[in-house]
Nanobody
Framework: QVQLVESGGGLVQAGGSLRLSCAAS????????MGWFRRAPGKEREFVGG????????EYADSAKGRFTISRDNAKNTVYLQMNSLKPEDTAVYYC???????????WGQGTQVTVSS
């Protein structure tokens, strides 16, 4: 079983950047697809992006395309979410997730708060 711990959240001005990290424990990290979701105040949790375990292919929500990049370092058991050109509407708690494939999420981290000021 993999356990996930997010870090890197914080307060940033609109137009700025943040990089979130998700450290995974467990020996089989490389066998899991990894992803990021977010939940904004008063809204449903939404998919941000994911990366496969097999070939590192990625997919993103429309809101993230062109601004966010997911990457993974299997040697460090870590997945990253690089967020550029941040907007106030990106303010949310960001959650790391893992699953047997992109879309089959079943392990979740505690979340890290990202606040973008205008």
């Amino acid at each position: 079983q993999v356990q996930l711990v997010e870090s890197g959240g914080g307060l940033v001005q609109a137009g700025g950047s943040l990089r979130l990290s998700c450290a995974a424990s467990g020996r089989t990290f490389s066998n899991y697809a990894m992803g990021w979701f977010r939940r904004a105040p008063g809204k449903e949790r939404e998919f941000v992006g994911g990366i496969s375990w097999s070939d590192g292919s990625t997919e993103y929500a429309d809101s993230a395309k062109g601004r966010f990049t997911i990457s993974r370092d299997n040697a460090k058991n870590t997945v990253y979410l690089q967020m550029n050109s941040l907007k106030p509407e990106d303010t949310a708690v960001y959650y790391c997730t893992a699953g047997t494939s992109v879309g089959a999420w079943h392990i979740w981290g505690q979340g890290t708060q990202v606040t973008v000021s205008s």
